[in-house]
């Protein structure tokens, strides 16, 4: 069965204070791997998506990463507009119907 | 383009009550999905179309129907609601592609007391 699970649940930083995200992954084969951001009360925002073992991108503040089993999301410098939830979704290789399998996500908070 | 909108916003049932949730998008894509979202628990698909008149069932799929009868539109049914069913919903669309991405409303918070 495919899981996706995030670490840690929570992250409070100081404005500045770089940090990495962890989506750890067990797919039956990767499509692709989406990050979202998610403020509160709202719609879930899409950041990036990853296909392949090895590639990286970037966004502001904002890089995501892609191994075999885990993607890491770094937040460098980050600032308080930086708070929200990081959603972290795989699509099997085996869907074609794009459906996403999501992890419980990382709740950033950045203090000035 | 408004993107995806949801109807309506908040919502307050008693059990056994019924409604709909409509879910509207102008970006012309095939794929439409419904979600819930619970606290610790990440979004879990409920039930998703691929095209007009097309419906499958999700992860979690049972007390909800739904049905898409036009394009834009796709609609989520509670007939008996439970208070099981308090959840934020979110619905998202994309295009067909293999691996397009999915794009969210802004959610409809529903609670059944």
């Known amino acids: 069965e495919d899981q996706v699970t995030q670490s840690p649940e929570a992250l409070r930083l100081q404005e500045g204070e770089s940090s990495s995200l962890n989506c750890s992954y067990t797919?039956?084969?990767?499509?692709?791997l989406f990050w979202y951001r998610q403020d509160p009360g709202k719609g879930p925002e899409f950041l990036f998506t990853?296909?392949?073992a090895g590639e990286e991108k970037e966004k502001e503040r904002l890089k995501a990463t892609l191994t075999k089993k885990e993607s890491f999301l770094h937040i460098t410098a980050p600032k308080p507009e930086d708070s929200a939830t990081y959603l972290c979704?795989?699509?099997?290789?085996?869907?074609?119907?794009?459906?996403?399998?999501f992890g419980a996500g990382t709740q950033v908070v950045v203090t000035p | 383009n408004a993107g995806v909108t949801q109807t309506p916003k908040f919502r307050v049932l008693k059990t056994g009550q019924s409604m709909t949730l409509l879910c509207a998008q102008d970006?012309?894509?095939?794929?439409m999905y419904w979600y819930r979202q619970d606290p610790g628990m990440g979004l879990r698909l409920i039930h998703y179309?691929?095209?007009?008149?097309?419906?499958a069932k999700g992860e979690v799929p049972d007390g909800y129907n739904v049905s898409r009868l036009k394009k834009q539109n796709f609609l989520l049914g509670l007939e008996s609601a439970a208070p099981s069913q308090t959840s934020v919903y979110f619905c998202?669309?994309?295009?067909?592609?293999?691996?397009?991405?999915?794009?969210f409303g802004p959610g409809t918070r529903l609670t059944v007391l």
């Open positions: 179309s691929v095209g007009e008149g097309t419906t």
């Open positions: 990853l296909y392949s």
């Open positions: 979704a795989v699509q099997a290789r085996g869907d074609s119907w794009g459906k996403l399998q």
């Open positions: 797919v039956s084969g990767l499509r692709g």
């Open positions: 970006m012309n894509h095939e794929y």
């Open positions: 998202a669309s994309r295009y067909r592609g293999l691996t397009d991405t999915q794009y």
